[in-house]
């Protein structure tokens, strides 16, 4: 009863590779977000979805694209994954009960390493 | 250009005392700001928020003081406890949009 699970939760991977990272909830809320965070970054806003085949770009949406078919998966990926796509993704959805001004519960993360 | 800004990597305060951590933030149009908090290998957790009308907000332990003439924000634990002891973000949430802006996040350490 996580509310959110991620996964792979850690991955390596070889550059030019392509990653899929999946995020699903269960709570059935239109908005769900990716977010990477950097040391020296913190936490950048990647895409998001505000409903199933609804999604937006963020600040750092180069080199990624995310799909969502389904209202509680969220797929980030990453068709050629680069070394500066070291990182660790993190997924959200607005806080059960709150969530109208930014209050997110995040998920536990995916640490992906590319080689 | 970084819209919200932590300027303190790290702070150290002693079990029981106050723990003070600022933010900046450049963008008027800011409608709330927010505090998180992350412990190592787990997901940032909500904290406490602010609307921009207010300049206080209050839940326990934390206190979260807003200046808008200064664009400045703080986040005061007291009495801070080692359990404390995390990687504090702040946030702010644009007017009229659903992207999240963070800060480069302070490690607080809070030693007995």
């Known amino acids: 009863d996580a509310g959110i699970t991620q996964s792979p939760r850690h991955k390596v991977t070889e550059t030019g590779t392509p990653v899929t990272l999946r995020c699903h909830q269960t709570?059935?809320?239109?908005?769900m977000y990716w977010y990477r965070q950097d040391p020296g970054h913190g936490l950048r806003l990647i895409h998001y979805?505000?409903?199933?085949?609804?999604?937006d770009k963020g600040e750092v949406s180069d080199g990624y694209s995310v799909s969502r078919s389904k209202t509680e998966d969220f797929l980030l990926t990453l068709e050629s994954a680069t070394s500066s796509q070291t990182s660790v993704y993190f997924c959200?959805?607005?806080?059960?009960?709150?969530?109208?001004?930014?209050?997110?519960?995040f998920g536990e993360g995916s640490r992906l390493t590319v080689l | 250009d970084q819209q919200v800004k932590q300027n303190s990597p790290s702070l150290s305060v002693q079990e029981g005392r106050i723990s003070i951590l600022n933010c900046d933030y450049t963008?008027?149009?800011?409608?709330?700001f927010l505090w998180y908090k992350k412990y190592p290998a787990e997901g940032p957790t909500f904290l406490i928020s602010?609307?921009?009308?207010?300049d206080k907000n209050e839940d326990g332990r934390f206190t979260v003081f807003l200046n808008k003439s200064a664009k400045h924000l703080s986040l005061h634990i007291v009495p801070s406890q080692p359990g404390d002891s995390a990687v504090y973000f702040c946030?702010?949430?644009?007017?009229?949009?659903?992207?999240?802006?963070f800060g480069t996040g302070t490690r607080l350490q809070v030693f007995p």
């Open positions: 959200a959805i607005p806080l059960p009960g709150q969530g109208k001004n930014g209050e997110l519960f």
């Open positions: 709570e059935n809320h239109r908005y």
């Open positions: 979805s505000y409903g199933v085949k609804d999604t």
């Open positions: 963008n008027s149009m800011f409608d709330y």
């Open positions: 602010i609307s921009s009308i207010k």
């Open positions: 946030a702010a949430n644009p007017r009229n949009t659903d992207k999240l802006i």
